[in-house]
C-alpha cells in the first residue's frame, strides 16, 4: 500500500467516527420517562392488594415541583413524562376503625390508622413500566397524643444576642376524648453530629428494635392531667415571659410543666410543675437539652417499666464517652424526625428514624438556628366531633410539618 494510499484510508476512517459521534442521540439522558410505582402492602393486612386501590402517589423534586397519581386496581400509579432528577415519592391515606379491622382482622384499635410510604431520594431517569418501583407502605395507629410542635431555634434578644430560654416542645390531644397524660415520657434522641448508630447499625445490632436517647422526662404521676380534645400540653426550659427579652420569642407564663434546671442558669417559674428527669446523658444538665441547629429528634411513649433499668450504650464501636439510653422502640406513641438543615440538600444517612417512627423529617431553614423558627404540624381538612382540628399525622414528618416564625403556643393556623 502507498503512502498516498494509507493517508486516503485514515482520513476517511477519521471522518466515518466524526459521522458515528455526530449520531449519538445525546438528548437521551433528559429524554422524559416513563414510570410506574407499585404500592406493596402493609405487612398486617391479611391480602397483598387489597386497600391499595384509588391511593394518590406524589413524586416530588428536589425544588418543590410535585406531581400525582391515582393507583389502578392492582396498587399501580402511572407516571408519565418524567424529567429525569431525584425525587421523593411517598403516599399515604386514613383508615377508619371498621376499614382497619377488616384489612388487618384486628378488632382492638377504636380510632383507626394511616398507611404512608416514603422514599427520600430516588433516582427516576429511565424507563420503569416492566419493573416498577417498588413503594413499602406502613401501617401506623391514629393517636391520640401526637408531638404537635417544637421551638429549638432559639432566637436573638432585644440586644441582638444569643437567646435559648423560651424555647418549648407542644403536645396535642387528636382524639374525642379526654386523655390523661400523667406519667406520659417525653425523649429527646442522641444528637451526635454523626449519629451514635446509623441506621444500618441499628438494624444490625439492635434488629431495628430500639431507640438511643440521651435525656428522658416523665409528666408527674401523683395527679390527673387532662387533655381535653383539641387541647395542648406545653412543655418548656422556662415559664415566663420571654417577649419581655426578646421580642420575638413566646410568653410561657401558661405553660403547663417545666424542666427545672439545677444549676440556676435558666429562670425557673416556682409556679410551674416541674418535669421529672428520669435520665440524661449529661450529669451537668438537667433541663431539656434541645440543639438550636439541630438534629433534634423528639420521641413520646408510655410504660410501666423503670426507665432508668433500662440499658446503655456507647456510641457504635466504642466502650466510653457519652452513654445514651437504649429505649425499646414498641413503647414510642409518636416520633419526629429533626434534621440539621444544610442549604446543599439535608443529609438523611443522619436520620435517627426508620420509616415505621418517621418516614421523613422537618428542618429549619438555618444551619446555625436563633431565628425563632418553630416546627409545627399543619392542621389536616378532618374535624373532631365537637369541631376541634385534627393535626395532619401521615407518620412522615416531610408531608406532616412546616416552619414558622410567628406562630403562637397553643396555635396551629397562621
Given amino acids: 500500500m502507498t503512502m498516498n494510499q494509507t493517508i486516503s484510508l485514515l482520513a476517511a476512517f477519521l471522518f466515518a467516527s466524526v ?38 402517589v406524589v413524586i416530588t423534586k428536589q425544588d418543590g415541583t410535585r406531581l400525582a397519581a391515582t393507583t389502578d386496581a392492582s396498587g399501580q400509579a402511572h407516571f408519565a413524562g418524567i424529567v429525569p432528577d431525584v425525587y421523593a415519592v411517598s403516599t399515604s391515606w386514613d383508615l377508619t376503625a371498621g376499614e382497619y ?31 416498577p418501583l417498588q413503594l413499602a407502605t406502613q401501617l401506623s395507629i391514629n393517636r391520640s397524643i401526637v408531638i404537635g410542635k417544637v421551638y429549638y431555634a432559639g432566637t436573638k434578644d432585644n440586644n441582638k444576642k444569643n437567646y435559648l430560654a423560651g424555647r418549648y416542645i407542644e403536645l396535642y390531644n387528636q382524639s374525642d376524648h379526654s386523655v390523661d397524660v400523667a406519667g406520659l415520657y417525653v425523649g429527646l434522641v442522641e444528637t451526635n453530629s454523626s449519629p451514635a448508630y446509623t441506621l444500618a447499625q441499628l438494624k444490625s445490632e439492635y434488629a431495628d428494635s430500639v431507640v438511643m436517647l440521651k435525656q428522658v422526662f416523665r409528666i408527674p404521676v401523683d395527679k ?63 433541663n431539656m437539652n434541645l440543639s438550636q441547629g439541630g438534629p433534634g429528634a423528639v420521641v413520646i411513649f408510655r410504660t410501666d417499666a423503670d426507665v432508668t433499668s433500662w440499658p446503655l450504650a456507647y456510641d457504635y464501636g466504642k466502650t466510653k464517652g457519652n452513654q445514651w439510653l437504649v429505649a425499646p422502640k414498641r413503647y414510642m406513641l409518636d416520633a419526629v424526625e429533626i434534621l440539621k438543615y444544610k442549604a446543599t440538600g439535608t443529609d438523611i444517612a443522619t436520620k435517627r428514624f426508620y420509616d415505621d417512627l418517621d418516614a421523613g423529617y422537618i428542618t429549619i431553614r438555618s444551619a446555625g438556628g436563633y431565628t425563632g423558627e418553630v416546627v409545627y404540624r399543619k392542621t389536616s381538612s378532618r374535624k373532631g ?18 416552619v414558622s416564625t410567628t406562630i403562637g403556643i397553643r396555635e396551629y393556623d397562621e
Avoid: M, W
Avoid at 384486628?106 to 422514599?119: F, H, K, M, Q, R
Avoid at 390527673?224 to 415571659?241: K, L, Y
Avoid at 366531633?385 to 408531608?399: A, E, V, W, Y
Fill in 224 to 286: 390527673p392531667v387532662e387533655v381535653v380534645p383539641g387541647g395542648t400540653v406545653v412543655i418548656t426550659n422556662s415559664a415566663i415571659d420571654h417577649t419581655v427579652n426578646a421580642s420575638t420569642d413566646p410568653n410561657l407564663l401558661t405553660a403547663d410543666f417545666e424542666a427545672k434546671d439545677e444549676r440556676g442558669r435558666t429562670v425557673n417559674n416556682p409556679t410551674v410543675r416541674a418535669l421529672e428527669l428520669k435520665y440524661t446523658t449529661y450529669a451537668a444538665i438537667t
Fill in 385 to 402: 366531633k365537637d369541631g376541634h382540628r385534627i393535626l395532619l399525622d401521615t407518620n412522615n414528618s416531610s408531608n406532616d410539618f412546616q
Fill in 101 to 131: 379491622a377488616g384489612l388487618t382482622g384486628d378488632n382492638v384499635v377504636n380510632e383507626g390508622a394511616v398507611v404512608s410510604g416514603n422514599i427520600n431520594s430516588q433516582l427516576l431517569a429511565e424507563d420503569r413500566v416492566t419493573a
Fill in 19 to 56: 459521522l458515528t459521534v455526530g449520531c449519538v442521540d445525546y438528548d437521551d439522558a433528559t429524554r422524559a420517562v416513563s414510570v410506574d410505582v407499585q404500592l406493596v402492602a402493609p405487612e398486617e393486612f391479611t391480602a397483598a392488594n387489597a386497600g391499595l386501590e384509588g391511593r394518590t
